[in-house]
Every structure is written in structure tokens, then in C-alpha cells.
């Protein structure tokens, strides 16, 4: 570890950097840099991680890959209109955003379905006629000169990107066919049109082999395949994942430990959540829908001990734009069987409540790969839906985990 | 400590011993000694409790004061006309509610205000022409009494009456002039209409000099003063207290935390709180209102780190009786400043979610005192919307706590 | 007409008579003559109704069909125990109700569905081995031995049954080729498995050609066919549908108006219905879902002149037995573009909404055929979310036509 | 009448013409003037409203008085930020809004409580020291230099100002003793702080003694005495009043004509108002808000028939600034005495929903005087919490008794 990595420079590439997230997450730390926004929403700025060094906001450099042309500002001012971006703060910001919107590069779009692909307007390979290590290598050309011409010292790769429709390979019955280490899988990227990939994992394959971190903030398969961890642990690498937890999944993990607690009996618990971004129109199609709703239904039978009866949805309404909202009814018996019931409706920006945590992942991840820590980062966990390396979804557990964690490294 | 605790027999004390969640305990307990009724909310029964030997429910009498005339049968039958009580368990249990009935005793109204003073159907001391030691000794004839008919081996006595108005020596000013010791408090017991103390203080008094525990379910003033740690100090007893902890404030001790953690600001949070139990019929009167909107406003505060605005309103009713609903609007900023929302609506039986945690804290106190634990019991602090002995507010904070505590009496 | 409706004997044919809405609603009769039930609920009992002629209560008969077998006790000791029956309300009743079981004969479950037919456990003729005909003449039977039976003056057939799938020749394309008039579709009732029925349907048939009224509570096709209003015409009888307007749509058509007379733009109208009766597991069938859906979702268009984005959803939640829970989220914008947000959480029993308003139709289509009406009554609009022989959805508009023709008819 | 009124001048007087309500309403003229901004809103932009003539937006021009120095900009500039006015649609309408603020003169704050006049930070009389005459022919003549500079053909006077407390002389003991005349109650203009009057009721005089209509959109007393009545009459002028019905009132007399239809029994109807501007802030004061409350709180009765229980609440919540939020909780009984539960959030900018009613009463006062109408304007109901001269509350019934009007004068 470097004396002091707050003074070295960090590039933030994020995968999707066009995105609602993205844009966020970049307006927010140009704002960040120039001392013009307040840290609320940051957690890595809380008390507790005041004892860890972390990379400073001054030292990063933001730069991405999308499938669509460079379009952060258009996407950036849609969101002030919006009111989840103040507008005085963009306009204060617009010089640095353009030159960030210059470090934006074409992304791959391989496997991931006909909902992102025909978002695509600059050329992406046919999926059909490529082999997915030539697009991995694309990916790492373009990791390099980000690195080479910024001069930076490390770099965190952030997967923002569409969800994508689950990997066939994920299912239980292929699971058995799927190489389960590097060495197996590694050879099907010379493959033409292989299975055996989505464009997540080959961003996530893309940054281990240059051994940079990787961080999957979305529902899509990243790098939570065991061949992947199987890579990453070859690279000494470290990557944490998977689907940030930022609204209505957030307080399931934080009421279900309560009704726990005190012995109430969850009967059932349902979910609908509606919004209108980007991502919202993606997941209006079923198979990226399946990947979303997977990770949001799985929370309460960990935590509770059994499976109460859910439903969740979550539905594109598109006059809501980025604020989704969502109402969550939760119907449980208590003493002598009495039935009672807990109604919530969040009503949330999507992008800023990702968006911080976008940052305090980059960071976070960053740190930890300068401790020389691999693999899955587990004790992450607080930060997502279906945490990788860890069983608990139980929000405050998570969360004494991450604290115990950030006390161990300083 | 004896060879077994649960071999033998507890007497629960109930002060307000006709009322809904005295009721609603009773009819509970009758019910679980049958094997009629599920452990749902019971937080005694879950678990991490299995290691501590705790009263078992067949050995439990239920006995009490009431300042009306008994009608706990009344009381539990208009429950089950709510639907609170299943009316079909109640059936089943008629013939020990009534046996249980048979143990209430008039109780005492000692400056408790006109709003509870008007319930009154048993004769009570005019309180300007009763010295309070009287009261206390009656207090105690009825405690021993119940002791020697039902050949008790301990007690616990319970506070569950209607909520009185502050104490006017809890205010500031007079705290200064009140006796802080019980050597200085227990001299003004031989004053006739003694402004030192209010009818939960007796029961408490009365409790201690027996060396018996007191729990203080309600937001009365009860055994939280100085001279009465001091006297339940001096007698090796413990106590526990103050307003338990069951609907729109734990959901707040649940929340806030999160807020906390993700580092989201909450500026401003209102609470509305309607029902229509006789609790809320004594609660609309402002004095006692103000000792209940005391204890429910306080909780924020120390978890957040910061006062945002807050306002908390209960009001009395009528159609939706032991209903309580509860609409809390809670208005957050977060990454860049963006407003965001959350609302939750509560529709809970106040005495179902009572009940329970009445009879765990008889247990849980009877075990204490079984383990020789002395003055405030701390560890108890998730029960109590106003926790004396600790200032911790954040329901994970005060669980882990308990199960520390419960860890180490194991 | 004769002299005094009220002082004949009107039989109620409730098709579905085993199921929540039936046996509510055949309690509520007999409590209604026993006089130990308030009139709340009733639309038929307010002043306007005061000045015509409806059937008494006293001299009303219940009987029906269901493909189950008779369970109208049983479905009512449900309801007790789901709080939509008082309990001691049933037990009042309870010879009556057995009386009105000796009524019930074993319907047909002709095409509509697997999802329905699973529920019969009475036999059922092979829909596919049947000519439609012969089902008809055993409906015809069951309906004159129970005139002849009790000595009834009039009849009148209510479908209460669950939602069967969309008839195929319900769509557009099907339309082209469906018979229009009587004497077209008569002779398809010949054809063993004819596709141009299915069960509601042949009630219709069997009551019009009885000359006996019908009343479609359901989102099934029962008469709303060309052929069938053809039939009924013939016959001078009158009928009336389609879907009891309960509660989401009721309030639908309620605040949707004000929007339009405020000059309010509707964006998006979300609406999330969970319950848990049988209309609820029958509705989690796609097929029987789409029925039901379609006639939610059409009331907005036509009173706000445009039509916003609408989601509707039923889902079935076990736990919530007959307590239907709709949450809405209406999203509009007002003066320069500013987007408010409207929520709405209706928590009701879905058969004590619905019971009432079946024996008002009784009376009310009863009084029209007394009057001579034909055909679809288009005054009852509002009484239904697709209501038959009306375009008009606005709630206050429907019921001032039902004052008008009330007060053409007294 | 003239020939065309849609081709003079009309001046729309602002009493509280830096308030956020005018601000928005002066924003949204500007801009509809300019053709930028949707006719959304507008009630008298309707269908039923093509065949009056009605004052064009193009020849209205609107001044004011307020006790502040003239921060029209700045509440519109406060206003852009709170997301109530369009960023980019004050930007294109600054210069006319600087002109209008030119057209602001020094209001009066006769008797209008201490909770208003601390805002004042223009010069305003000495209450105790002035005689109400003067205070009203400070009103006129700026009234008549407002006409002179702007060549206008006519004038609305609109009261905007904060609510304020009752006065004395509005309750029932003194009732008895208040003019019921203008030549009763005229001479007492003399009487230096004479308790006889409040600030509103000078605005409205002023208005009338020029023979120009006025409009009491807010809940204080303006017009409503039968003395000013009476003078209203003598002058031959029309006046419409009392308190714009916008948001949750507006929700209460739409939904409670729902469940008299449906003949629903309304046990409780409780609704919670938070928000924060500076109407809230006034309204904090308890003599304000009592005035608030009691018009807010009639609407019930009349409709349904019987009275339930009521409670409102109005709180003034900082963060909200002008997005009053509202939560309603009606329980109701239906069928054989079914509790059910209707609840709903209301979130809208108290502003942008007042503003464009704010220009449909000057347009249709206006067309009304034109039309020779005299006193108060009964068919103008459907726009008040407590409309003067009618008794009607429901929305429904008050809307076709203005579409009868406007067909009139058609």
C-alpha cells in the first residue's frame, strides 16, 4: 500500500456511463471536487470511516464505456429537468462533464439481449460473428489509454449498464455443464457467438486480467460465476456485487430483522414499484425483468427463517422518470394470531440514491484492493440486493459486518 | 437462584388490571398455559432465549389493581367484538378469566389527574386527605395477600394503567427541590396530599419495600426518579421502564438507524397517531397527552445525531377502538441535496402488540431479579419507548444488547 | 303490474351460490327479515328509492347453482371468521341458510376454463361430449321447480359465478363471424362443444327464454352479446351488467371526474389490487385475469378525453382472504406543467361491498320488468365497471340517470 | 355589456401580491400571454366555457398591495427552486414580472393579528390610531390610479393575503349586536380602531364603493357579512367567496358524495395537512388556524346527511415549503356493519393549484358583473371551501350548478 493513496489519482470507469447513474454519480463528484455539494448520502464520508484512508475526490477521474454516442450531458440535463441533478449545480459543472463525456468509449453489447441492443447507437459487434475475447481485449485497450493518458495510479471498474436478461448458464440444470474455473472457462472466449458470456462478465474478465477491481452495481452476472472468482483470486484481485440496495429492497432488509425480532409472523409481503428511466424500459421486458425481480424476492426468507407468500413488480410508468416509487404491503400476525398490517411508500430518486454509493464502492473497493484483499468482497454486503460471498441480508448484520471490516484495515 | 425457576409459581401483577392489554395478556396467558395458542410475539420465546431458564407460562397467576370495578371478562369480550381476541379462544378460556377476575383489587388514583380519575367506579382516596403511605400499605396488604392465597414463590408487578399527567417534580425547575435519596423521599410518604408522588410511584414503592421487581409499561412517571433508583437499589431489586415499545416509535427506532447509516439527512419527520381505546380517551386530554408525546418525540434525536423537525400528534378516535394507525411522513435529502420520501401507515392492535411484551417482561424481569440483578435493568431497553438506564434509541443497538445481556445469564 | 310488488315473492337465483358475494349476501337477506341488520350498504333503501315500488324483503327466496357442492354454511362460517359476517349475526341465521342450501343445484361449467372447472367437485358434464342445449334445459328445470317449489311470483338470475376466461368470439376478429341475432346463434345450442358459449352465457339463454331477468355481478360475457340483447328483446325481458362496480374502479370513476372538471392532465394511473378469496385464486389464472382487467382499465379514457397510462393489476395474496386491498397512484399535472401525486389505499371486504348492491339489482331489475322494460338497462350503470348499454363511466353522471329514470318510473 | 370583452383591459388586483399564490398566478398570466405555457389547470379553458366570452389573457394586466416591499420576483425565483414554476419559464418572463411588481403598492393590516403583521415591512397604520376610512380610501385610490395608468376597462379585486384570525364579531354571541346594513355599519369607518372590521373586509369595501367585484379566495371574513352583502347589493356589484378549494377539501366533497350514494356510513374522516410556506407559518398561530380549521372542517355533514367524527389538522412543516401533503383516513361501515377503510396522500403545490382558479374567478366575476349580476355568486361554489350563498358541498352538484350558469349567460 502506498503511504498515501489519497493524494494518487483513481479512475472511476463505469460501465454505462451515459446512464442516469453515471451522469449522477459524475455530476456529483465534479461537484464534490469543487466543494459545491454537500456529502449527504455518502457513506464512506461517515464518522466510522474516518480512520481508513480513501481516495480522495480531488485525485479521480471519471471515463466509461456505452453502447450509445456520448451523451452524459444530455442525459445530465434531462435529469435536472428532472429535479434529481439541482440545475445551478450542473451549470457550475458543464465544463468538467464535457471533458469527462470525452473519455466515454463504445461499449460491447454481447449477449445481452434485444431490450439494451437496440438501445445501441454506435456500432457493436454482432454477437453472432465475434469471439468474446476480442471484445475483452477491446475493453482493455481502452482501460489502458484511460489510464495512460490521465496518469492515473489505479483504476475501479463499475458495471452501471442495463440489466441484462439472465444468463442461460445461470440456470440450475446448466450449472452443471459451466466450467467452474479460469482455466475451463477461459478457452470458450475464443469461441464465435460462446454461450458462456454476457457483456457484464467480459467487462468484469477485462479488468481482472488487468487487475482492477470490479464492482457490479446491477442484477446482471458480473463476475458471480465461480470461474470468475476463480480469476480473480488467480489475479489477486478483489470485486463486490451485485445490484446496488438503495430503495424499497433497503427497508425490506431493514423491517424484516424487526418483525424478527419480536416474533411477529410475516404472512405476506408485496412489492410494486413503478418508474420511468432508462432502466425502467428495460426491465419492462420479462427477461430482464426475471434477473431484477430474482434479487429483490430473495431478502425476507433469510432473514425471517421462512418463506412468507411475496410478490414483487416493478413496472415502467413513464411520466415518473427517475423517481421510482414504490408501495410495499406487509400483512403479519401477531399475539393469538391477530392480523395486522405495515403499508410504506418510498418515493426516491433513483440515480442519487445509487449514485453516492456508486462512490463509496469505488472507494471502498479501491482501498481494499490496496490491502491486498481478493476475491469477493463479502463484507460489502450492506451495499446490495444479492450480496456475493455473503447469506446475510439482514441490513444492520450487514452493516456491523462493514464497520468491523473498516475497523480491522485501520 | 433456585434449582429451577420454571418449576415454580410467579404471580404477575397487573396495575390497571381491567384494561385492553391487561386483558389481552390475561386471555394470552390462559390460552398458552392450554396449548391454545401460538408463541407468535413473544420475544421470550424466540431462539436466542432458549439458553436462560425463564418462568414457564403454567406457573403464572395473574392478580391486580383496577380503580374500576372488575370487568376484565367485559373488557376481553369487546376486544373480541374488535377482533383482537379470537373469539373462539376466548370461549376456551372464559372459566380462568374469571378465577383471574377474582384477583383484582380496588386500586389506588393518587394525582393522577381527572381524565383517569373519572374511570373510577371503586371508592378511591380523596387524594387531598390521604396520606400516600397509606395507600402503599394497601398496596402491599393486597400484593401479600395474593402471594399467600395462590402460595406464590415471586412477583412481578406490572404498571399498565391509563397514562398520567408529568409529575410537576419531573419538570426542571422542581427537579432541583426533589429528594434525590430515599432517606429524603420517604418521609414525605406521612404527608397528607403529598406533591411528591403520583399513583405509579406508589405501586413502585410498594413493590420495592416487598423486594419485588416493577415493570412500567406506561408513560407514567412510575420508578423513574432518583429516590426510587435509590430505593430499589437499597432493597437489591431491579426495575424496568418506561412506555413500551410497540408501534409508530419502534418503527422510527427501526428507520432512523437507516437513515443514518446511508448517511441521508431526515429533515423533518411527522408522526400522526388515531385510536380509540379507553388509552386514547385519556390521552386526549393535553396533560396526559403531553406525557405520552413526550416520550414518543424524544427517540430521533440520538440515533440521527442531529434534531430535524419532528411532530407527533395522537389523537382519540372513536370508531377504530384498540386500531391504532399510525401515518408517519418522514422527508429526507439526500446525494446533491435531492428531496425524497418516505410514508408508512401502521394498523396495529396496540393490545396485541402489547400483551406479549408484557408477559416477556415479567419473565425477563422475574429472571433478573432470580440472577440478583439491582436497580434500573438497562438491557431491556428495546421494550421501552423511554429507556431508563440508557440512551441508546436505535432498536439494533438496544437488541444486540439484550442478547449480550441474555448471552451472559446464560 | 300488479297491484303490489312488494307483497309477491320474488326468487333470487344466485348462480355462484356457494361462493363469498352469494353467501353474504343471502345472510344479509335473511338478517334484513329478521330486522337484526342495518341498512347500510343498501343503495335501494336511500329516500330517492322511497317513492317506487321494490319487492320486499320479507318476500324474497333464495336458491342457485354452483358446481360445487353445497357449502353456503361453510363459506359463511368463513366470513365469520374473516370479520365479513358478524359471527353472532350468523348464528342468528344460521336455520335459514341451511334452508336456503336445500336450494342449491349443481350448475355447468361450460368453457370456461381449467382454473374454474378444477373447482368442481359435483359433476360436471365433458363440455367437449355435450350439446350446450341440454345444459340450458337443466338450468330451465332447476329454475321452474324452485318457482313451483316455493310458490314464487317472479325470478330473477343473478351470475355471481367467477370469472370465466375472454370467449374467443369475444375479439375482434371472432366478431366478424359471431351470430348478431337470436335466430342465427339458436341453433349452435344443437352443436356438441360449440365454441359460441360458454356458461354465463347459457344462464342468460335459460333465464330469457323463462322470461326472467338477468343480472351479469361478473366480467364474464353472460348477455352481453348482440345475439342475447336480440334473445331478450324478443322475449321482452331485461337484464343488466357486467362487473360490479366495488371498489378501485368505483373510486376510479369518482376521482377521475374531478380531474377532468379541474382542467387536471392525468399522466399515469396506477392501480394494484391484492386479495385472497376464491375470485382472487380463479383471477391468478392469466386467462381469467385478461377478463377481468380489460373491464378495470377502460373507465378513464372516456371521462377524461384522453387516455393516460394506465397498469392495472389483481393479484392473489392468501392472507387477505375476502379483505381487498387496492393501492393507487395517480400522477397528473397542473398549472405550468407541475407534476402532484394522488395515492389511495381501500382496504374493503370485497363481498360486503359486493352483497348489497346484488340485492338491489334483484329489486331494481325486478321493478324494471315489472315496468315493461326490455333489454339492457343502461339506467343501472352504475352499478357496473363495464355497464351495458352505456358508454358513460363518470360515477355522478351514472347515478343521476339512475335518480332520473327512479323518478320516471315512481 | 360591450360588444366584446375579450378585447379590453382587465386588471386583476392582487390583495397579497407577493405571496406564492400570486406569484404564481401573475408567472403563469406572463406566460400564457406568451403562449409558453399549457392551458392545464384552467377551468374556464373547458369546453362548457367556448361559449361565454370571457376577459382574454392577452388584456389583463395585474397589480397589487402587500404589506411587504414589493419581492414579487423573489417568492417566483423561491418558487422555480421549490419546483413550483419552471425554471426556464421564469427566465422568459422576468421582464414582464419586474413590470408587474412595479404595479405593487403598500397594503394595510387592520386587525389582522400579530402572527400577520410581523411580516409587514412596509409602513402600515397604527391599528389603534386610524380610522378604517382612511385605511379604505388608501385602498381606492390606488386602485383608481392602477385603472388610470393602465387604461384598464375593468378591475377584479382577488384576496390572496394571509388567513386571518376570526373576527370576534363573526361568532354567534356577537352576531347579534353587528350591522346587518351598510348604512348601519358604514359610519363605524369612522371610529378610529374600530373592532367592527378586519383588513379583508376593507379590501372588500374598497372594492365595492368603486363598484368593482372582489374575490375572497382565502378563509378570512373579506365580503361575508350580511352588511357588506348589502352593500355589494347597493352597488349593484357581485362578490364569490371564501376560501379556494384546491386540495384536500376539494378530495373530501368528491369522495364523501361517494359514500352517500352508495349509502357507506362515514364513522370517522380524519385529515392531516403539513407543509411549508408561509401560509403554514401563519396558519402555525392558532387564531389563524382556527379560522382555517372551521371551514375545512363543514364540508361533511351537509353531504352525507348525519355527522361524523371529524378531525383536521393543518401543521406547518419547514422542509415541505409549498407542497402541502395531506392524509386522509376515512373508516366507514358497509354491510351488516363491515369496518372498512378508504386512506389517501394528496401531494400537490398548494400554488400551482390555487393559481389558475385564481384566474378562472377573475374571468368569470368579471363576465358575471358584465352580465349585471349582483351580490354573491351562489353558482361560483364548486371553487370554495365554504362557498357564500350555498349550502351545496358536493363537488359534483356545485360543478353542474356552474355548467347551468355558464349556459345561461351563453
Avoid at 75 to 104: F, G, Q
Wanted: include cysteine; aromatic fraction near 6%; charged fraction near 20%.
Amino acid at each position: 500500500m502506498p503511504v498515501s493513496v489519497a493524494s494518487e489519482k483513481l479512475g472511476i470507469w463505469m460501465v454505462g456511463a451515459c446512464g442516469n447513474v453515471a451522469a449522477t454519480a459524475a455530476a456529483g463528484l465534479v461537484a464534490l471536487q469543487k466543494g459545491i455539494a454537500p456529502l449527504t448520502g455518502l457513506v464512506s464520508e461517515l464518522p466510522p470511516f474516518a480512520g481508513i484512508e480513501l481516495a480522495n475526490w480531488q485525485g479521480m477521474v471519471v471515463g466509461g464505456h456505452d453502447i450509445r454516442k456520448p451523451c452524459l450531458l444530455q442525459t445530465a440535463d434531462r435529469l435536472a429537468s428532472e429535479r434529481v441533478i439541482p440545475a445551478e449545480l450542473l451549470t457550475a459543472c458543464r465544463e468538467e462533464l464535457v471533458a469527462i463525456e470525452a473519455n466515454i468509449r463504445p461499449g460491447v453489447a454481447y449477449r445481452c439481449g434485444q431490450q439494451i441492443r437496440q438501445l445501441a447507437d454506435v456500432q457493436v459487434a454482432d454477437e453472432a460473428a465475434v469471439a468474446p475475447r476480442q471484445l475483452v481485449s477491446q475493453i482493455q485497450d481502452d482501460l489502458l489509454s484511460f489510464r495512460k493518458q490521465h496518469g492515473l495510479d489505479r483504476i475501479v471498474v463499475v458495471n452501471l449498464a442495463s440489466t441484462e436478461p439472465t444468463l442461460p448458464a445461470d440456470s440450475a440444470e446448466a450449472a452443471q455443464l459451466t466450467p467452474t474455473t479460469w482455466p475451463e472457462l477461459e478457452p470458450h472466449l475464443d469461441t464465435v457467438g460462446s454461450a458462456q458470456f454476457v457483456a457484464s462478465s467480459l467487462y468484469a474478465i477485462a479488468a481482472f486480467e488487468l487487475e482492477m477491481p470490479f464492482v457490479n452495481f446491477t442484477p446482471s452476472v458480473g463476475a458471480s460465476s465461480e470461474a470468475l472468482e476463480n480469476l480473480s483470486q488467480r489475479k489477486n484481485i478483489c470485486h463486490a456485487g451485485r445490484d446496488g440496495k438503495t430503495g424499497e429492497t433497503l427497508l425490506k432488509t431493514v423491517l424484516a430483522p424487526m418483525f424478527a425480532h419480536r416474533n411477529l409472523e410475516v404472512m405476506s409481503w408485496v412489492g410494486h414499484n413503478i418508474f420511468g428511466n432508462l432502466d425502467g424500459r428495460v426491465l419492462d421486458h420479462p427477461d430482464n425483468r426475471a434477473t431484477k425481480v430474482a434479487t429483490k424476492d430473495k431478502v425476507l426468507g433469510s432473514t425471517l427463517g421462512y418463506d412468507p407468500q411475496t410478490l414483487v413488480s416493478i413496472e415502467y410508468i413513464k411520466s415518473l422518470g427517475d423517481w421510482k416509487t414504490a408501495w410495499d404491503h406487509v400483512h403479519f400476525s401477531g399475539f393469538l394470531g391477530t392480523s395486522m398490517t405495515l403499508q410504506f411508500t418510498w418515493q426516491g430518486s433513483d440515480s442519487a440514491l445509487a449514485a453516492p454509493l456508486v462512490l463509496d464502492l469505488a472507494r471502498l473497493t479501491d482501498r481494499a484492493a490496496g490491502a491486498g484483499e481478493i476475491g469477493t468482497l463479502a463484507p460489502l454486503a450492506c451495499f446490495f440486493k444479492s450480496p456475493q460471498g455473503s447469506s446475510q441480508h439482514d441490513f444492520f448484520e450487514q452493516h456491523r459486518a462493514l464497520l468491523e471490516w473498516v475497523s480491522e484495515l485501520s
